[in-house]
């Protein structure tokens, strides 16, 4: 038992109840699942379309980080990776039967990631099996995976004019995404089922071209 309540969205996809017409559904392992799957296509493209490749690496891999990060963090209230500002809106709305704000706004991925791995950080009780309290990462992982937030905004926010980027310098930080998504599979609570079995095929399907492109060697940080 993970203490973990069953939600609409997922209820509705083990019946295999159909969308409303004209609407699609969605939530944060789903989303996971959808970036990886946009990761790996901008990965097979590194060889003939490297700019294309490189953005949508970027972008896609900061997407599936980040949802699942709030998947990781989101306990039974479902606020641990709102905004702090949000927060207590929601928890009391919840407790009064209220209805909720009527905008709910996510943390910032370096919030998200701090909430995770820095101890007293959490904003709310998570259930599942594990061994560590906190998220575990590879202490030089926290640097790139700044890089990657900054280098995903800098594509979202084009700069006028445009810049130039060294691949092995992006697709480091691409990695760390994917070990991120990787520990926090492991973790025990935020993917599961099978979606956790999806997205770690999915995050082998990736690393597998990466250590390709590699051919084994570690790229030396700039």
């Known amino acids: 038992m993970t203490g973990r309540s069953i939600t609409a969205e997922e209820m509705a996809r083990a019946f295999a109840v159909p969308e409303p017409r004209g609407f699609i559904e969605t939530d944060w392992e789903r989303d996971v699942v959808d970036s990886l799957i946009l990761l790996h296509g901008a990965l097979t493209r590194l060889d003939a379309d490297p700019s294309y490749a490189i953005k949508w690496s970027l972008v896609a891999a900061h997407s599936a980080s980040t949802s699942a990060l709030a998947a990781h963090l989101s306990g039974s ?65 926290r640097g790139l995976l700044e890089r990657l937030n900054t280098l995903r905004n800098r594509y979202v926010h084009f700069r006028f004019g445009g810049w130039s980027l060294e691949t092995a310098y992006a697709l480091e930080s691409v990695e760390a995404g994917l070990r991120l998504i990787e520990a926090i599979n492991a973790y025990g609570w935020g993917l599961h089922g099978e979606n956790s079995e999806r997205i770690a095929a999915q995050i082998r399907d990736c690393t597998a071209i990466l250590e390709k492109r590699n051919d084994g060697v570690s790229v030396p940080h700039p």
């Open 77 to 141: 209230y479902g606020v641990g990776a709102l905004e702090e500002r949000t927060i207590e809106k929601v928890r009391n709305a919840l407790e009064e039967g209220l209805m909720l704000p009527s905008k709910e706004r996510i943390a910032s991925f370096l919030e998200l990631l701090e909430r995770a791995t820095v101890e007293g950080k959490r904003r709310e009780p998570t259930g599942g099996v594990h061994k560590e309290a906190l998220l575990q990462i590879p202490s030089e992982d």
